[in-house]
């Protein structure tokens, strides 16, 4: 399978990237990976990329995009920080990765589980990291069941998991309220900036 072309990559619409993803995540789970050379694409891409996709994932160990996503060199930017937030650099990254190198598609992934869901669940605190939980904790108020104090902590799988998803769809929404770039491209129809959830006991994604 060869790396991405200026011409395939003009040829993809956002509708047909996520149709990629999905299709990649379904030979994943079937351990069904397409046969490519890595080493082929990095010759391939030496001169320039033309990557589909841009997956904005937690940075845990288990959420490797490139990997459930079945994708090879060139195919997507990876964006990764703890909790799949935004912030002005992440969203300055992706700007480019849309903008300018073309991606289709903006994909905010959470997944089942998430530990730093679990710590702005539990109001963690320590170093820089009570700052990174803090962008989290609009989530865990917009999950508003169950309503039981003691049931509102990480100890509570489908509470977590429930925040998970508010996460991603509040992520959605700052990214459409701080970048009028993206915004613009997915009112112009160029983008589309979807969510979906990674569920690291099965290894399927499903799109939000």
Do not use: W
Not at 35 to 54: E, M
Not at 78 to 95: C, F, H, K, Q, T
Not at 132 to 142: C, D, M, S
């Amino acid at each position: 399978m060869k790396a991405h072309t200026q011409e395939t990559q003009a040829a993809i619409t956002p509708d047909i990237a996520i149709q990629l993803l999905k299709e990649g995540n379904e030979r994943f789970v079937a351990s069904k990976m397409a046969n490519r050379n890595l080493l082929d694409q990095v010759n391939d891409t030496a001169t320039g990329q033309y990557p589909f996709a841009t997956v904005l994932s937690c940075i845990d160990s288990r959420v490797s995009a490139e990997l459930i996503f079945d994708q090879g060199v060139g195919d997507i930017f990876s964006a990764r920080v703890a909790g799949n937030i935004v912030n002005e650099d992440l969203l300055g990254s992706v700007e480019f990765a849309c903008k300018l190198a073309g991606t289709k598609v903006f994909v905010i992934l959470g997944h089942t589980a998430c530990g730093a869901v679990k710590g702005a669940c539990d109001d963690a605190k320590m170093g820089n990291l009570t700052t990174l939980l803090h962008k989290i904790k609009p989530a865990v108020r917009a999950t508003t069941e169950p309503t039981d104090a003691g049931q509102r902590n990480s100890k509570n799988g489908d509470f977590v998991n429930d925040v998970v998803r508010n996460n991603v769809l509040l992520t959605i929404e700052d990214t459409r309220s701080l970048s009028p770039v993206l915004k613009e491209m997915e009112d112009n129809g160029e983008i589309k900036i979807v969510g979906a959830i990674y569920d690291i006991s099965n290894g399927k994604v499903a799109f939000i």
